[in-house]
C-alpha cells in the first residue's frame, strides 16, 4: 500500500546503472544510516517506485535504484513520479550516476565523466509534462557547479588513477535500444558521451528547484566509435565498478553544503506566461 506522507529530506540519490550492482546506501558507508526502505507513494503520474530513506553524517536523503525505471511504466513517466516524490520531500540537492556510451573516440571503457551540458535528443520524455511547471527554466548552467565539483573531489580522493574528465557534454537517447552506426555519426558533433537517463531528470530538477549532478562511467564505445564493444566488458564495467560508484556518490553527498545558496536557484524564474 503506497503511504501518504512524504518524509523530509534535503538531499537525494537516484541510482543509475553505475551503481545498480552496488548496496547503496547502508552497506558502502558505516556513517550511512537507513531510516526506512522500500517507501512507495501516490503521485499524479502514478505509484511511485520504491525509495530508501537514510541518513549520512547528519543530513536526511531519499535513494531511489535505476531511475525509478521498471517494467510498465514509460521513463517519462517514471521520471515524474520520482520528482513528484522529491519535491513534496523539499529535496534541493540531487546527485545521480549512469553508466554510458562513449562518442569521443578519446573516452575509454572505464573513464569517468562529469558532465556539465546534454543534448536531448528523446522522443516520448516530455508529453507527462512538468512537476511544477510555474516557472520559466532556464538551462544555463543546467549543472550544478557545486555538485559538480564534489563530485570531481570524491573521485581524486577514492580512485586517484582512474582517468577523470570533469567536463563533457551527454547526449540523450530515447531508448530502450541502443543506437546505429548511422545515429552515432549523426550525433557525434553534439556531444561526448551518450545515453538515456539524463533527460529529462536535469530540467525536471531545475522544474522543483533543487540542483543536479551526475558522474558517468563510460562502459562502451557506441556503435562505430573506435572498435565494436563486447558485451562481457560492459558487465564486469557494471559489476566491478558499481561500489566505487557508490562510494563516490557518498562521498559527494557528505560534501555537499546543507544550505539552500547556489547560483542554480537564480535560473528559475517566475513563468511569463500567465
Known amino acids: 500500500m503506497a503511504a501518504t506522507a512524504v518524509p523530509k529530506a534535503a538531499f537525494a540519490l537516484i541510482g543509475g546503472s553505475g551503481s545498480l550492482a552496488a548496496p547503496l546506501p547502508g552497506d558502502l558507508d ?34 531511489v535504484r535505476l531511475h525509478g525505471w521498471r517494467k510498465g511504466v514509460s521513463r517519462g513517466r517514471a521520471s515524474r513520479q520520482v520528482f ?25 571503457p572505464g ?85 538515456q537517463s539524463f533527460v529529462p ?12 549532478a551526475g558522474i558517468y562511467v563510460v562502459v562502451n564505445y557506441a556503435e562505430g566509435v573506435v572498435r565494436e564493444w563486447r558485451h562481457e566488458e560492459l558487465a564486469r564495467i557494471f559489476h566491478d565498478d558499481a561500489a566505487l560508484i557508490g562510494h563516490i556518490l557518498l562521498k559527494a553527498l557528505a560534501a555537499l553544503p546543507g544550505d539552500n545558496r547556489c547560483r542554480c536557484r537564480e535560473l528559475r524564474k517566475p513563468t511569463l506566461l500567465v
Open 30 to 63: 558505516p556513517g550511512a544510516r537507513v531510516v526506512d526502505e522500500a517507501l512507495v507513494f501516490d503521485t499524479p503520474w502514478g505509484e511511485s517506485p520504491p525509495f530508501t530513506l537514510f541518513e549520512l553524517d547528519g543530513r536526511r536523503a531519499l535513494h
Open 84 to 108: 513528484s516524490v522529491l519535491h513534496r520531500a523539499g529535496v534541493r540537492r540531487i546527485l545521480a550516476d549512469a553508466g554510458v556510451g562513449s562518442l569521443n573516440p578519446l573516452l575509454d
Open 111 to 195: 573513464d569517468l565523466v562529469i558532465a556539465d551540458d546534454f543534448v536531448d535528443r528523446t522522443t516520448d520524455r516530455d508529453r507527462h509534462g512538468a512537476v511544477v511547471g510555474d516557472h520559466l527554466l532556464i538551462m544555463r548552467d543546467s549543472v550544478c557547479a557545486t555538485g559538480r565539483e564534489a563530485l570531481r573531489a570524491a573521485v581524486q580522493s577514492l580512485a586517484p588513477g582512474r582517468r577523470l574528465f570533469a567536463r563533457g557534454t551527454y547526449v540523450v537517447t530515447e531508448g530502450p535500444r541502443f543506437e546505429s552506426p548511422a545515429e552515432v555519426r549523426q550525433l557525434q558533433g553534439l556531444g561526448d558521451i551518450i545515453g
Open 201 to 212: 531528470e536535469v530540467w525536471l530538477a531545475r522544474d522543483i528547484g533543487a540542483c543536479y
